[in-house]
């Protein structure tokens, strides 16, 4: 298994634009986790899905973002517009209910606004 | 909700020594306690993990410890080596269904050679 897959590796852009991130959960996964880590923040739950739908959203910091799972192999956390105190590492997990494991992460998108 | 504090925040300690980072937790009806190892630009990665029908659980050289009366619970890593130097985190379940994790804010384990 090739893991969670995100892509991009890295994000650069300016203050106002639209990003999108996206997530390729492991095949079989029923759970998908974004999470967001910063220095000062450490790693923090921004929205969960299950089968495909949202479970639970309160860790989204404003409107501006936003996350869809429109099928079970694909994710996006979108921010628009973006600011510069949006700059943090994302991370995609996912993981199985029926197992109840621990997640399996990926290696994160390092987004800078300037 | 579930909070879960984490210490010590950096730890150095000489190759053939032994760590060990401690963890607590709030919520009693957390009841699945991972442990992630971060290693510089990749993603967490899991290590061990404990549920709280189980006192203590080894795999090589790590071991977990849970005290659930006390609400905490510990990591050991002994005979370190450099490749051990990374950044630790525990977690706690927490919230209705008990899938997603809070993370502790993590221990910055440096192993000098």
């Known amino acids: 298994d090739a893991g969670v897959i995100q892509s991009p590796r890295h994000e650069v852009t300016e203050m106002g634009q639209e990003v999108t991130l996206r997530c390729k959960p492991i095949s079989g996964h029923d759970y998908l986790f974004w999470y967001r880590q910063t220095m000062m923040r450490g790693l923090e739950l921004l929205i969960y899905f299950n089968n495909n739908v949202p479970i639970d959203d309160s860790g989204m910091p404003e409107d501006r973002f936003s996350a869809k799972m429109p099928n079970a192999s694909f994710s996006t956390l979108k921010i628009q517009p973006s600011e510069p105190r949006d700059s943090a590492v994302y991370f995609c997990?996912?993981?199985?209910?029926?197992?109840?494991?621990?997640?399996?992460f990926g290696s994160g998108t390092r987004l800078t606004v300037v | 909700g579930e909070n879960v504090e984490q210490h010590p925040s950096t730890l150095s300690v000489q190759e053939g020594d032994s760590a060990v980072i401690k963890c607590t937790y709030s919520d009693s009806a957390s009841n699945y306690f991972p442990w992630y190892k971060q290693e510089l630009g990749k993603g967490p990665q899991l290590i061990i993990d404990?549920?709280?029908?189980?006192g203590e659980k080894k795999d090589q050289r790590i071991a977990v410890t849970l005290n659930k009366t006390a609400k905490h619970f510990s990591l050991h890593i002994t005979e370190t080596q450099p490749e051990d130097s990374a950044v630790y985190f525990c977690?706690?379940?927490?919230?209705?269904?008990?899938?997603?994790?809070?993370f502790g804010p993590g221990t910055r384990l440096s192993v000098l050679p």
């Open positions: 997990a996912s993981s199985s209910g029926t197992r109840r494991y621990g997640y399996t």
């Open positions: 404990i549920r709280s029908n189980v």
């Open positions: 977690a706690a379940t927490s919230g209705n269904y008990g899938q997603n994790f809070v």
